[in-house]
């Protein structure tokens, strides 16, 4: 009995030791993780850049400001690095109007509003800052404004002034920006600060760096395998 209880005593400490010493990111190697989380899109950056073309008919900054959900799934390949992919859902300004003539002496034309839809890919390296929490740098690319599809119909005159034919084109407000973020995750919540970036947005007549940035909130609901 005696030399049981010795053994007991031995082994019990050691045992504490080795389990404090563990490392909470070796136990999400090779897993894949759920998540669902909310994002709100800040006024883009610079405010006011190049000269809209002439079927434009919205607003850049409403368009892209504002409340987005989403829900993600994230895989650690190393206890650091992570590959990750989401898809965002947002109700948003299409265009100010459909461009018809208002058939009355006084009156507004309605905007249209849209469920845009974004696909985002991204690469996430963690380093751990505390005993159960981490910070992490995101790069990534994403495909955002999904189902933002229209139709714009431009008149062609002859040298009279009179309509010949009309030009229908079918358009659209979709970007492939860069995804630039920080982020701090403790558990199973984190927060990150971020911004969409390109040179090609949908807007203007010429190429200009177009930025979003963003702040995200986002919750682990568990693992999947």
């Known amino acids: ?51 809209l073309p002439e079927f434009s008919r919205t607003n850049p900054d409403r368009q892209n400001s504002g409340a987005a959900f989403y829900y993600g799934l994230k895989f650690f390949a190393t206890k650091n690095f992570s590959l990750g992919f989401s898809h965002s859902i947002r109700y948003t300004l299409l265009n100010n109007g459909q461009g018809t003539d208002i058939p009355v002496d006084f009156g507004v034309e309605e905007s249209v509003y849209k469920l845009f839809m974004g696909y985002h890919f991204y690469l996430d390296y963690h380093v751990k800052v505390f005993k159960e929490a981490e910070l992490f740098a995101r790069i990534g690319i994403s495909m955002i404004n999904t189902n933002s599809n229209f139709i714009y119909k431009e008149p062609v005159y002859d040298n009279n002034g009179e309509v010949l034919v009309h030009i229908v084109s079918n358009l659209n407000y979709i970007m492939y920006p860069k995804n630039f973020a920080i982020g701090f995750k403790k558990n199973k919540f984190e927060a990150l600060i971020g911004m969409y970036a390109t040179n090609d947005p949908p807007y203007f007549t010429e190429s200009v760096m177009y930025m979003i940035p963003y702040i995200n909130l986002n919750y682990t609901i568990g693992k999947l395998f």
Request: no cysteine; hydrophobic share 45%.
């Open 1 to 51: 009995m005696n030399k049981l209880l010795t053994t007991l005593l031995l082994i019990i400490p050691f045992t504490f030791i080795f389990a404090q010493e563990v490392d909470f990111r070796e136990q999400r190697k090779g897993k894949l993780f759920f998540s669902v989380g909310t994002e709100y899109r800040i006024t883009p950056l610079p405010v006011e850049l190049g000269t």
